[in-house]
Every structure is written in structure tokens, then in C-alpha cells.
């Protein structure tokens, strides 16, 4: 697992380095809010310093939430961030085994793409047997262009609005550094992935150059008698 970030220094940048901030997260947790039950039991995968289930709990009231990450350095501050929620913390790596569900919603932001394809799409088939009927999955993520021209484009958009929103040289250049070791993949692969884990409704509800939100849920298996809630169909399937 990768460390590098500091906790401390982590959220200053973070507008500047995420220039559709508000758009981004705030899709993640407009899906929460329209499609979660009411107090949702929310597992969130590479918490860092807590910035999307900030943006979570603001909309929903949360009957658990567990906040897990690999470094105790980021946990420690979204504990403290969270701290009025009660989260649960989980130091551990989320390709290995994840808390012990159900969950309502597993959501995540800016941290799967750490994982080789592979991995990612064993998380997402783990992330689905972790989800009760109904369950939404959420990962706000950096993903990659299918070409290369269009990734040149990417990168030049979100390093020129950094700067634009007063990202110096030096934060720009750590920040390249950084996404050297990212394993992005293309929206279309991961929707295939997810849908393929057993997910449906699989969608990018948001993007804006290399960031994008995709979601799906876990449907309740249908029986044919009864009136089944869709979570994303006022009034059910009718
Ligand atoms: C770029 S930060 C994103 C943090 C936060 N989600 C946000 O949106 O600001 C990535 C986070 O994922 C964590 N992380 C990366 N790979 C991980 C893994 N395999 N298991 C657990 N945590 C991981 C890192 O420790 C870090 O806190």
C-alpha cells in the first residue's frame, strides 16, 4: 500500500487540486441522499482525512459509520473531523478483507485507483457481497482517458485550473509525482467491471475531465408477489 501523504498538509491543497471540488463530492453525496435509507450504515473505503463522508453526513443521518484507511496518520484526522458521528475505524488495506457488513452504502473517493486492474475489480465483486439488498456503491474517482490525446487533455485541464486556483510549481510537481503511481482506468472499464461484480443502474453520474463519479446498486432479488422498492425508481418497479 502506498503512503504519501501527510495528514497534516493533506486538506489545505485540496480545492486547488481538485478543482471540481464541490461538484465532485457533492454528486457522491446527492446519490447517498436520494437513494440510502434513512440512517444508512456507510462504510467508506480510503477515508484519508474524512473530506467525502464530511460531505456525507452532512445529508444523511448515519446509523454506522465505519471510516476505513491503510495510514492511522489519516484515520486519526477523520476521526477527529468526524468525531460527532461516532465513526468506527478501521486501519487496514482494502484489497484484503473488508468489515464485516451489511452495509448501505460503500463509497469511496480518490483511493481505488491505487490498485492494479485486477485488484480493483476484485474489490468491486467484495464491495458487493459487503452491501445489503438495495446498497449503493459510490466510488468518486480519477479515472483515464481511452486515448492518449484525450489524456494529454486531462492533465492539462486539471494542472492548468490548479494553478489557475493559485497551485504553485512545487505543489503542481509533488502532485505529478504523486499520480505516477496511480493505476487509473477508463469509466467504460470500470462500469463493465462493476456490472460484471453483479451491479446494475451503473452509470458516471458526474465527470469533469479526469474526475468522474460512477455508482451502482445491488437490486433486492425480486420476488414476482411482491411489490419490490427499486431504490432509484420512486413507487418501485412498477
Ligand atoms: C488521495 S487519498 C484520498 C483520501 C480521501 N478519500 C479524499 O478524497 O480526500 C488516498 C487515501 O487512500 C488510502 N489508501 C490508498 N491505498 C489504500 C489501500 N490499498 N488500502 C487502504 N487505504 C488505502 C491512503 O492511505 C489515502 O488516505
Avoid at 10 to 39: K, N, Q
Avoid at 88 to 110: R, W
Avoid at 171 to 181: C, G, K, S, T, Y
Avoid at 207 to 217: I, P, T
Wanted: hydrophobic fraction near 45%; charged fraction near 20%; aromatic fraction near 8%.
Amino acid at each position: 500500500m502506498i503512503q504519501q501523504w501527510d495528514a497534516q498538509t493533506y486538506d489545505a491543497p485540496r480545492r486547488r487540486l481538485v478543482p471540481c471540488f464541490e461538484d465532485f463530492y457533492g454528486t457522491a453525496a446527492e446519490l447517498v441522499a436520494r437513494i440510502a435509507p434513512s440512517h444508512p450504515r456507510l462504510l467508506e473505503l480510503g477515508c484519508g482525512t474524512g473530506l467525502l463522508s464530511e460531505q456525507v453526513v452532512r445529508r444523511v443521518q448515519p446509523g454506522r459509520l465505519v471510516l476505513l484507511d491503510g495510514s492511522t496518520d489519516m484515520l486519526a484526522v477523520a476521526s477527529q473531523r468526524l468525531a460527532a458521528w461516532s465513526p468506527e475505524t478501521v486501519a487496514a488495506d482494502f484489497a484484503g478483507e473488508l468489515p464485516a457488513g451489511p452495509f448501505d452504502v460503500i463509497m469511496s473517493s480518490l483511493a481505488i485507483h491505487h490498485l492494479e486492474d485486477d485488484a480493483k475489480q476484485r474489490l468491486f465483486a467484495r464491495v458487493f457481497t459487503r452491501l445489503a439488498p438495495g446498497g449503493l456503491f459510490v466510488n468518486a474517482e480519477q479515472v483515464l482517458h481511452p486515448t492518449q490525446d484525450g489524456q494529454k487533455l486531462f492533465e492539462q485541464v486539471h494542472l492548468g485550473a490548479a494553478q489557475a486556483l493559485g497551485s504553485s510549481d512545487a505543489e503542481i510537481d509533488a502532485a505529478v509525482e504523486r499520480m505516477r503511481a496511480d493505476r487509473c482506468a477508463t469509466t467504460e472499464a470500470q462500469c463493465g467491471w462493476l456490472e460484471a461484480a453483479g451491479f446494475q443502474h451503473v452509470a458516471v453520474y458526474y465527470q469533469w475531465f479526469r474526475f468522474a463519479v460512477l455508482a451502482g446498486v445491488k437490486l433486492p432479488k425480486r420476488d414476482v408477489n411482491e411489490l419490490d422498492s427499486c431504490p432509484l425508481m420512486p413507487g418501485g418497479y412498477q
